[in-house]
């Protein structure tokens, strides 16, 4: 980890990331891919020291309230910032300039912001979205190795659902061959349906690769998945979109579920509900 004075924060689009890199070890993260042009290895986090002053800058100068997009790029909740507390400064920014908030994490260090989160959800309006690629404890400790399994995210959601902060979750990505079963779908849709979710984004079922990511993705396979590297490269070679096998019936079960359960799958829909100011009661989603 180092510590960097940024220049800007917020996008056009109102999407900020404090941390440059992230040390979650994601097998699969497309924010390795060369192409995001990191000056520094991607586990070095490139921490922004400055983000909350130039956060409340921005703000300051805004005539309109509006969302503002947490963890595109990386996760807000590494584990460096249970001491940095940057994303919590951040947040109670947002929360005494009337802003709302859209954060996307897989880390249980979410809670101890959840107080801010229920202020701002209060005054106008807090999303926290939450990736599940399994729902085998066991496998995630494999694919996503530093941050907290399933089981522990599942808490996540009860807890946010309890304390009134509504949910999406992420259900991506699904990897050929690794988490692609009907089973493993099933397990995930019985969690959302439980969290009581808003919406489950899914963008098919398979996932990206492309140079870095790749690479990366292939040595871990190797060490964990044995031969599995050789079966990628036969049978996707460079593709930068990598499709399981199973995506046909698995969309068949996820539709089937969404449409029984009254949950949004709409990725355009979930999108403006993410990132309109809208509530609930007035979102079109709902
Ligand atoms: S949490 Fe997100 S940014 Fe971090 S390693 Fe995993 S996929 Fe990449």
Known sequence: MHFIQA????????????FRGCTHGCIYCDSRSLCYQMPHAFSDVAVKENAPSLLDAALSRKRKKGMIGFGSMSDPYIPEESSLRLTQQCLEIIARRGFGVSLI???DL??????????????AKAVVSVTLTTADDTLCRKIEPNVCPTSRRVEVLYALRDAGIPTVVWLCPILPYIND?????????SICRE???????????????????????YQKLDELFPGLSARYAAEF????????????????VFSAFCEKEGIE????RIFSYLYGMERDRQATLF
Request: aromatic letters at 6%.
């Open 7 to 18: 220049k800007s924060l917020l996008s056009s689009k109102n999407g900020m990331n404090i």
């Open 105 to 107: 994490t897989k880390s």
């Open 110 to 123: 979410v809670l101890r912001d959840i107080d801010i989160l229920k202020e701002i959800q209060e005054r």
């Open 181 to 189: 079963t009907k089973e493993n779908l099933e397990g995930i849709l």
């Open 195 to 217: 969290a009581e979710v808003k919406g489950i984004l899914s963008f098919g079922f398979g996932m990206t690769l492309r140079e870095g990511c790749r690479e990366y993705f």
């Open 237 to 252: 070679g460079l593709r930068y979109a990598v499709e399981s096998p199973n995506a046909a019936e698995l969309e068949r």
């Open 265 to 268: 799958r709409r990725p355009e």
